[in-house]
Nanobody, 119 residues
Framework: QEQLVESGGGLVQAGGSLRLSCAASRSIVNIVAMGWYRQAPGNQREMVARVTSGGSTNYADSVKGRFTISRDDAKNTVYLQMNSLKPEDTAVYYC?????????????WGQGTQVTVSS
């Protein structure tokens, strides 16, 4: 069964750092892009960072210069290094993978991991 498993969330003080990991099951191949999204209470889910299979990255303006996305294709894993965290970064963070199957593109989601930044 195809799945994404996230880890690395937690509670950190403002200015601190966290590293999120997302491992895709081995049955997930032909990943076109992987990314991180977040959703705070009362808000819509928003894109935080994304990396394509070619290595191109893009970031939300609010995290540029503070967050870095990277991927390890050998481990089918994507990471999000979050530095200089702010209270407004508090949210549930979700991993996403866009996978190309023979006749379609499918978007898979992880279960989410909570990140809480205290002031």
């Amino acid at each position: 069964q195809e799945q994404l498993v996230e880890s690395g969330g937690g509670l950190v003080q403002a200015g601190g750092s966290l590293r999120l990991s997302c491992a895709a099951s081995r049955s997930i191949v032909n990943i076109v892009a992987m990314g991180w999204y977040r959703q705070a209470p009362g808000n819509q889910r928003e894109m935080v960072a994304r990396v394509t299979s070619g290595g191109s990255t893009n970031y939300a303006d609010s995290v540029k210069g503070r967050f870095t996305i990277s991927r390890d294709d050998a481990k089918n894993t994507v990471y999000l290094q979050m530095n200089s965290l702010k209270p407004e970064d508090t949210a549930v963070y979700y991993c996403s993978a866009i996978v190309k199957w023979e006749t379609s593109l499918e978007n898979y989601w992880g279960q989410g991991t909570q990140v809480t930044v205290s002031s």
